[in-house]
């Protein structure tokens, strides 16, 4: 999931714990239905996520709420996991898959080299020094500013036109 060079979305429905919420935890953009309920029980077995969880967790929430998640071991409703930033949108059930593809439809019309660079960049920025994720974003910058698509967006701009990717 981290090589992927196109935007992840989630779409949480039901219940989402355990490997299923670690799945959804390495996704770019989450949505909920507002009768979902997400959480990591892991501890009531005596166990923690396997799948990146902690790592992922720390990274989304801080290290506050991602060990009070962690160690409570409860579900939480989706307004929670909304208020504390483990889902970035809630819609009601009936709404979820429409939402969601309309989402995608918006980033359709992104072009999609800017939209992997821009995945990349954070994914490996996030795990760096500052100054090292500077040079990350430095150097993609400078590799897409020589793209048919760059050229395109910067003539579009100036054409006060809407831009058309490859």
């Known amino acids: 999931m981290h090589q ?9 429905r039901g219940i989402a714990a355990s490997g299923g ?5 390495h996704c770019d953009i989450r ?13 009531n077995i005596a166990f923690i996520p396997t799948i990146g969880a902690t790592q992922a ?4 929430l801080g290290r506050t709420r991602a060990l009070r998640l962690l160690y409570e071991g409860n579900l939480v409703s989706a307004e929670e996991a909304h208020t504390m930033g483990l889902v970035d949108f809630i819609f009601p059930p009936e709404r979820i898959h429409e939402e969601v593809q309309a989402y995608a ?33 430095f150097e993609s910058a400078l590799k897409l500013a020589g793209t048919k698509d760059f050229s395109e967006g910067i003539s579009a701009f100036v054409e006060k036109r809407k831009p058309s990717w490859d």
């Open 57 to 60: 967790l720390i990274r989304l």
């Open 105 to 137: 439809g918006l980033l359709a019309q992104k072009p999609a080299g800017a939209l992997a660079v821009i995945r990349r960049t954070i994914i490996e920025g996030q795990t760096v020094p500052l100054d090292k994720g500077l040079k990350i974003e």
């Open 31 to 43: 949505f909920a239905a507002a009768d979902a309920r997400l959480g990591h029980p892991e501890i």
């Open 4 to 12: 992927a060079q196109k935007p992840l979305l989630a779409a949480l």
């Open 21 to 25: 919420l670690e799945i959804v935890l």
